[in-house]
């Protein structure tokens, strides 16, 4: 069906929100494994919604490396075994790169966009609002998730311990 839309229709990885980039996760590592079994090439692209608030879109795509692949396959991935493999978080993870490319009509458009809002002497760029402070609701419901993901990687950090032990 999608074929003759002309629409890419083949699965390449899979897509995770990951707030403030936190993508070294067990459950990420289990998914890249089971989708780079299926797919050869398969990546995640990994998209941090906390960053892209912040005027920085965030996406990352990243692929297990051949190394890390074959000891997540054993289903050994404790730390005596990532060390023994020389595996670290630089050399876990290969990174592509993610480019982002606008069709001709939006360039058309995004052009006369800026051509309307200079004749009309408006312009689009930050001026002093961009820089408001967050709303109290706003500040808690960060600092409730940062709590959340401190009280994850706590979580995580407790669990290697023991099984270091």
Do not use: W
């Not at 999608?2 to 390449?12: G, I, K, P």
């Amino acid at each position: 069906m999608f074929r003759d839309l002309n629409y890419d229709y083949e699965c390449v990885g899979f897509y995770q929100a990951v707030p403030f980039g936190s993508c070294y996760d067990e459950d990420i590592v289990s998914l890249l494994v089971e989708h780079q079994k299926n797919i050869e090439h398969a990546v995640a692209l990994i998209y941090d919604p906390i960053r892209t608030e912040q005027g920085k879109l965030s996406l990352r795509a990243f692929r297990l490396s051949s190394s890390a692949l074959e000891i997540c396959e054993k289903g050994d991935l404790s730390p005596k075994e990532m060390k023994a493999a020389g595996l670290t978080l630089k050399n876990m993870f290969d990174e592509f790169p993610v480019v982002i490319k606008n069709s001709h009509l939006h360039n058309v458009f995004l052009a006369q966009l800026e051509m309307d809002s200079v004749e009309k002497g408006k312009s689009y760029e930050c001026g002093a609002t961009a820089f408001k402070m967050a709303s109290p609701a706003l500040l808690g419901q960060r600092v409730r998730l940062l709590i959340k993901e401190t009280e994850g990687q706590l979580q995580t950090a407790d669990a290697m311990r023991k099984r270091r032990n």
